[in-house]
């Protein structure tokens, strides 16, 4: 099965990133398009794993990373392998409440940490704002 995220052109316009330099951007778009990212925005994931992926050193990663935090782009909690996009689902909202009920599997692929309770938080306003079905789908699934 083949997953897509979006990113919106307006990534462009957010002025957290317009000061971001080249590595940052092309790591956000690496973590936002990962193949373990989930419909969930967050994955499980190091630093270090992200690092050989890119074939990058990790210290050129965790300062990039480190880039990309301080602007409140991506999350990670380290000792929970856990790897987060906190604006996830402005580009990437559910399009049903079918979507919302699979969020269910995708939870199973998310790290349990303070970070993944923020964005279910997120997820459910998501879902509040997409209408009652969506919120029903959502108490479905569990956390």
């Known amino acids: 099965m083949r997953r897509y995220r979006k990113l919106t052109s307006r ?3 957010d002025p957290r990133v317009a000061r971001l330099s080249d590595a940052a951007i092309l790591l956000y778009v690496f973590i ?3 193949p373990q990212q989930t419909a969930l925005g967050a994955f499980r994931g190091t630093p270090a ?4 992926e890119r074939g990058w050193s990790i210290g050129r990663l965790r300062k990039t990373l ?3 935090i301080e602007k409140g782009l991506v999350e990670v909690d380290e000792p929970a392998c856990y790897v ?3 604006d996830f689902f402005i580009d ?3 399009e049903s409440p079918n979507v919302v009920t ?3 599997t995708a939870l199973e692929y998310v790290p349990r940490c303070r970070l993944r309770t923020g964005q279910l938080e997120r997820a459910r306003r998501v879902a509040e704002a997409s209408g009652s079905g969506f919120v029903a789908a959502f108490d479905k699934i569990g956390r």
Not at 49 to 52: I, Q, R, S, T
């Open 66 to 68: 480190d880039e990309l």
């Open 32 to 34: 936002v398009t990962h």
């Open 92 to 94: 990437n909202p559910p």
């Open 84 to 86: 987060g996009v906190p």
């Open 11 to 13: 990534f462009w316009d």
């Open 102 to 104: 699979s969020w269910r």
């Open 49 to 52: 794993g992200l690092a050989a």
